[in-house]
């Protein structure tokens, strides 16, 4: 299963994220020895202990909701944050990759889904941000792009409009804030459910836990 997403992915030119999330090392190291590096986890603590028995060329993404308190957790080795819901959290990746003499990647998280349970921005909230005094000045992170989480349903045409609307959500924020900038080029949706849909419509991450893995 795992050679056969990466396929189908590699096709769309689209990139797979194991989501390693509450696995054993033992089992993150078998789907390393087949080849794939990227893992992603949303419990920096478990993280952090999970990188330091992983090789060094595993590549870890951050994708739950992040407490600013954690974020020193993992700044030192993170290589992108998909979950910036806020420009208190971005402050705060900021000042902890600096510490770090790093350059944090990130993506804006927005609010697509028919549930009120998740997080993420509002477009404007995201527009707003960016265009504060507060954002221009920070100079270690770096935005990459968009994340974001479907409802979680058998309603194939609402997922697709969900993800259609954050496409839109990515195409906007590019012409607008990043037209020369290569780095925004990120759009984080599709899980186990739905990663069909999401490559369809522009998805160039796709966060995949137990069709690799197996349920927990």
């Known amino acids: 299963m795992l050679n056969q997403i990466r396929s189908e992915l590699s096709a769309q030119n689209a990139r797979l994220v ?3 999330k509450t696995h054993p090392v033992a089992r993150i190291l078998e789907i390393y020895q087949q080849g794939q590096r990227i893992f992603g986890e949303n419990r920096p603590q478990e993280m952090l202990e999970k990188q330091a028995a992983l090789p060094a060329d595993t590549e870890w993404h951050f994708i739950g909701h992040l407490q600013t308190n954690k974020v020193k957790i993992i700044a ?12 208190y959290l971005l402050q705060e990746i900021d000042k902890q990759a600096l510490k770090n003499n790093r350059v944090i990647d990130c993506l804006l998280q927005f609010h697509i889904a028919k ?20 954002f221009s000045i920070l100079q270690n992170v770096r935005l990459c792009g968009v994340m974001g989480m479907a409802t979680f349903t058998d309603d194939t045409d609402q997922v ?6 954050l496409k839109q959500i990515f195409d906007h924020l590019k012409a607008t804030f990043f037209p020369q900038s290569d780095h925004f080029s990120e759009i984080s949706m599709g899980m186990s459910g739905d990663w069909g ?6 998805s160039t991450l796709v966060r995949i836990g137990s069709l690799i893995f197996g349920e927990r």
């Open 18 to 20: 194991a989501v390693s």
């Open 197 to 202: 849909v999401a490559i369809e419509e522009g």
């Open 76 to 87: 030192s080795f993170v290589s992108l944050i998909h979950s910036v819901d806020s420009l």
């Open 160 to 165: 697709r409009g969900e993800f259609h609307q």
């Open 115 to 134: 549930e009120d349970t998740k997080y993420g921005l509002k477009e404007q909230e995201a527009v707003e941000m960016l265009q504060s005094s507060a």
